[in-house]
Nanobody, 126 residues
Framework: QVQLVESGGGLAQAGGSLRLSCAAS????????MGWFRQAPGKEREFVSA????????SYADSVKGRFTISRDNAKNTVYLQMNSLNVEDTAAYYC???????????????????WGQGTQVTVSS
């Protein structure tokens, strides 16, 4: 059973940056594709970004492309989401998730992910 714990959320001003981390225990992240999703109040949880278990491929939502960067450090069992040029529309709870290799590379589909963290809140003020 993999446990995921997000950190790094908080309050940022528009135009600022935050870096989210997702630390895993109970398993090796090198066996999983990792994704970041976000959910704003009253909205569906939406895909943000994902990285292949080999780190050879990444995927981004159009709304964050060019501003967010996903990376992974398998030695530290941690995945990161660097968020730059934040805007108020980025305000949400951010969740990391792990999808086993057996699920294939379907980064944008929530139901492909086997494990989820509890989330970390990101609030961007104008």
């Amino acid at each position: 059973q993999v446990q995921l714990v997000e950190s790094g959320g908080g309050l940022a001003q528009a135009g600022g940056s935050l870096r989210l981390s997702c630390a895993a225990s109970g398993g090796s992240l090198s066996d999983y594709a990792m994704g970041w999703f976000r959910q704003a109040p009253g909205k569906e949880r939406e895909f943000v970004s994902a990285i292949h278990w080999s780190a050879s491929r990444t995927s981004y939502a159009d709304s964050v492309k060019g501003r967010f960067t996903i990376s992974r450090d398998n030695a530290k069992n941690t995945v990161y989401l660097q968020m730059n040029s934040l805007n108020v529309e980025d305000t949400a709870a951010y969740y990391c998730a792990a999808a086993s290799q057996g699920s294939g590379w379907w980064p944008r589909f929530k139901d492909r992910y086997d494990y989820w963290g509890q989330g970390t809140q990101v609030t961007v003020s104008s």
